[in-house]
Structures are given as C-alpha cells and as structure tokens.
C-alpha cells in the first residue's frame, strides 16, 4: 500500500442544497426592487452580487456586496431592497441555525417598471 492516507478514511458528505437556490432565485424574482428613475433615466443598470447570511426563521443579516454593479447607488439599493424583504419562506427545513448565500440581483432597464 502506497504512503498516504489510510483507505479507510470516511468520506464527508455535503448536503444538498439545490432546493435553496431555486428558493433564492424565485425570492429574488418576487422581492420589490426599488429602481430609482434617476438610475433608469441616466441608463444606469446592472448585477449586483451579494452575500448575506440566512437564519433558519428566512430572515437574512449581514448583507454585503460581494460584486459591485459598477455604480455605488445601485448597489446600496440592491441592499436595501435585500434587507426590507420578507423572510424567505423555506419549502423544507435548513437544518442549521445560519449559514452563508451569495445571490444576484439584477436591475435590467428592459424589465424595469
């Protein structure tokens, strides 16, 4: 037997957190994103990427922005409208008291309202 490692070393299992992110995506889709017609008027659009850190109530704390859209005010938007949505409402339980997400919002001048 080579040096290494022994082969009978347990291998870590990584949940599947799938379900999450389809959770997110639609969140996001649902969230009131507050575009700014100032933002809008000067064609100013963009992703922002956030990370944040989610309780297992589907509340989210910490919200950072992780990529920069490349405009500073529609960045802090995106962080706010993060920050006064409702709690994410889970389809199965996150069976942890907290952990770390990293989402996009996207504000798209072609889907604004």
Known sequence: MAAGAPASQPKTTRKDYGWLSDLMARWIEDLD???PASLRTEGIQGKVTLTA???DDGMLSDVRVAKSSGNALLDQVAVE???KGPPIRFS???EQPQMPV???IIYDLKTAQ
């Open 53 to 55: 850190v989610l309780h």
């Open 92 to 94: 199965r339980p996150l």
């Open 102 to 104: 990293k989402f996009s």
């Open 81 to 83: 409208d993060v920050k």
């Open 33 to 35: 994103k507050r575009y």
